[in-house]
């Protein structure tokens, strides 16, 4: 038992699992923010728009509800609320494009420092680069002989 719970502490403790649950968190954050995108300002303008309904006010009634005679309800209505269909796909489309234009200013980002490093690793290895020493007098001038000799040679 006492492995189990090192094992389990040593998973626990690596570094994925601490960033998958700050990512978690923050998820949760950002759903929130998003609702309160969608609930609080994007639906009240496509409410204008539908004739002043709240999306999750739409419904599509299959069974009135029953009333007893003070108005008191007795059997609930039975109701396909698709406006709150709509608002979670909303919700999601929003998510989504969020998401989208970070992993893509990232995507951006981390090819541009690639695109840095592998400019850096270049240039060192041009400075690194031995530059070839001119030849001696000495050895500059066996070479111009055989050249002169070889010239002779062809004609």
């Given at each position: 038992?006492?492995?189990f719970?090192?094992?389990?502490?040593a998973?626990?403790?690596?570094?994925?699992i601490?960033?998958?649950?700050?990512?978690?968190?923050?998820?949760?954050?950002?759903?929130?923010?998003?609702?309160s995108?969608?609930?609080?300002?994007?639906?009240?303008?496509?409410?204008i728009?539908?004739?002043?309904?709240l999306l999750?006010d739409?419904?599509?009634?299959i069974?009135?509800?029953?009333?007893?005679e003070?108005?008191?309800i007795?059997q609930?209505?039975?109701?396909?609320?698709y406006?709150?269909?709509i608002?979670?796909?909303?919700?999601?489309l929003i998510?989504?494009?969020?998401?989208?234009?970070?992993?893509?200013?990232?995507?951006?980002?981390?090819?541009?420092?690639e695109?840095?490093?592998k400019k850096?690793?270049e240039e060192?290895?041009?400075?690194?680069?031995?530059?070839?020493e001119?030849?001696?007098?000495?050895e500059?001038?066996?070479?111009?002989?055989?050249?002169?000799?070889?010239?002779?040679?062809e004609?």
């Amino acid at each position: 038992m006492k492995k189990f719970f090192s094992d389990f502490k040593a998973f626990i403790m690596k570094g994925n699992i601490i960033d998958m649950a700050v990512g978690v968190v923050i998820g949760g954050a950002f759903g929130k923010i998003v609702t309160s995108l969608v609930n609080d300002i994007i639906t009240p303008l496509i409410s204008i728009l539908t004739g002043k309904v709240l999306l999750t006010d739409l419904k599509w009634v299959i069974k009135e509800a029953i009333l007893d005679e003070a108005g008191e309800i007795l059997q609930k209505e039975v109701a396909l609320t698709y406006g709150n269909f709509i608002q979670a796909i909303i919700d999601f489309l929003i998510i989504a494009l969020s998401i989208f234009v970070v992993l893509r200013i990232m995507v951006k980002a981390h090819n541009k420092l690639e695109a840095l490093k592998k400019k850096e690793e270049e240039e060192a290895k041009v400075e690194e680069a031995p530059v070839a020493e001119p030849p001696k007098e000495d050895e500059l001038a066996v070479l111009k002989e055989i050249r002169d000799m070889l010239k002779k040679d062809e004609k």
